[in-house]
């Protein structure tokens, strides 16, 4: 059987080719695009994300600007922060970085950016109407499993997609998302029974447990498509890729697979909303 390879990389350039020329476009209105990122303690893992994400922004011309708060910050500390950054006329997203320390109210955080400035999907209203249907910015990572699916023209319609994880940033939206396309969606998380028989059923698999290797091969539905959301330490997908490569027709790689396309449309959504503000 002849193999699809979903380049997410590849994917993820032709995003930022277009959003370059879109970027010089909001240049000549005298506007430059602005995400904020807000990272609270020392985590070196989400510091590395967050430096990512910052960079990722300077290479197409969106501004970053970078808050680090100390470790002891409080709730209402963060909250005032995100206040300002909603107020301010210059920054069109905002992103927290999570998780954030334990201490912190981190629902109560997300909460509090406002809806036209949720780039990264994390509000309880943007996901809710992402869910019906007509969300500006779903979080990020189901944006760009879609993204992919749409780039490579993998039907949707009809087909049965087994979700595996339903985490608010993840699992669920990108269930949401493909029952929106007409799929036909079974979300499983860790109390579902006959996990390997429900996975067995689907045309379209997507791994969002967050557990290395975890899908295995014989689960795999011959000409099953999977996007792996999974990253787990050592550069491993939720997938077990080698195993389930066999019976797939598609599959994304980890590295390269659905990571850079979510940072993609993160970019995408910082400059979906500076346009919103200078073009209506
Ligand atoms: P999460 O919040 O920890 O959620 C994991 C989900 O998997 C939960 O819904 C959990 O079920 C379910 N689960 C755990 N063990 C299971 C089992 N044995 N059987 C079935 N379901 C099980 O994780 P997340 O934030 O959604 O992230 C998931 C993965 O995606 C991770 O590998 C993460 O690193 C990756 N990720 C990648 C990107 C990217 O840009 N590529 C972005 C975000 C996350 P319960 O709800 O019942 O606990």
């Given at each position: 059987?002849?193999?699809?390879?979903?380049?997410?990389?590849?994917?993820?350039?032709?995003?930022?080719?277009?959003?370059?020329?879109?970027?010089?476009?909001?240049?000549?209105?005298?506007?430059?695009?602005?995400?904020?990122?807000?990272?609270?303690g020392?985590?070196?893992?989400?510091?590395?994300?967050?430096?990512?994400?910052g960079?990722?922004?300077?290479?197409?011309?969106?501004d970053?600007?970078?808050?680090?708060?100390?470790?002891?910050?409080?709730?209402?500390?963060?909250?005032?922060?995100?206040?300002?950054l909603?107020?301010?006329?210059?920054?069109?997203?905002i992103?927290?970085?999570?998780?954030?320390?334990?201490?912190?109210?981190?629902?109560?955080?997300?909460?509090?950016?406002?809806?036209?400035?949720?780039?990264?999907?994390?509000?309880?209203?943007?996901y809710?109407?992402?869910?019906?249907?007509?969300?500006?910015?779903?979080?990020?990572?189901?944006?760009?499993?879609?993204?992919?699916?749409?780039?490579?023209?993998?039907?949707?319609?009809?087909?049965?997609?087994?979700?595996?994880?339903?985490?608010?940033?993840?699992?669920?939206?990108?269930?949401?998302?493909l029952?929106?396309?007409?799929?036909?969606?079974?979300?499983?998380?860790?109390?579902?029974?006959?996990?390997?028989?429900?996975?067995?059923?689907?045309?379209?698999?997507?791994?969002?447990?967050?557990?290395?290797?975890?899908?295995?091969?014989?689960?795999?539905?011959?000409?099953?498509?999977?996007?792996?959301?999974?990253?787990?330490?050592?550069?491993?997908?939720?997938?077990?890729?080698?195993?389930?490569?066999?019976?797939?027709?598609?599959?994304?790689?980890?590295?390269?697979?659905?990571?850079?396309?979510?940072?993609?449309?993160?970019?995408?959504?910082?400059?979906?909303?500076?346009?919103?503000?200078?073009?209506?």
């Amino acid at each position: 059987m002849e193999k699809l390879i979903l380049d997410g990389t590849k994917v993820a350039e032709g995003v930022k080719a277009s959003l370059k020329e879109r970027v010089e476009e909001l240049k000549k209105k005298g506007k430059t695009p602005c995400l904020a990122t807000i990272l609270v303690g020392d985590d070196p893992s989400s510091e590395t994300y967050v430096r990512m994400k910052g960079n990722a922004c300077q290479k197409i011309g969106i501004d970053s600007k970078r808050i680090h708060l100390p470790e002891e910050t409080t709730t209402e500390e963060l909250l005032a922060v995100i206040d300002e950054l909603n107020e301010d006329e210059k920054v069109d997203g905002i992103l927290l970085q999570h998780p954030v320390p334990s201490h912190v109210d981190e629902r109560a955080a997300f909460e509090r950016i406002d809806i036209e400035k949720d780039v990264d999907g994390v509000t309880s209203f943007g996901y809710g109407q992402t869910a019906l249907g007509f969300g500006k910015y779903p979080s990020c990572t189901p944006a760009a499993i879609l993204r992919i699916i749409d780039d490579y023209e993998i039907p949707v319609k009809g087909k049965h997609a087994v979700v595996i994880g339903r985490s608010p940033i993840l699992g669920k939206p990108v269930s949401a998302l493909l029952l929106n396309r007409d799929a036909t969606v079974t979300t499983c998380h860790s109390h579902t029974q006959n996990l390997p028989d429900i996975v067995k059923q689907a045309d379209i698999v997507i791994a969002a447990v967050g557990r290395p290797e975890f899908v295995k091969g014989d689960w795999i539905k011959k000409g099953a498509v999977i996007l792996d959301a999974g990253y787990n330490k050592g550069n491993i997908g939720d997938v077990d890729y080698d195993a389930c490569y066999e019976n797939a027709s598609a599959i994304t790689p980890v590295p390269g697979g659905v990571g850079p396309v979510t940072i993609s449309m993160l970019l995408k959504h910082t400059v979906d909303a500076a346009e919103e503000k200078t073009f209506n």
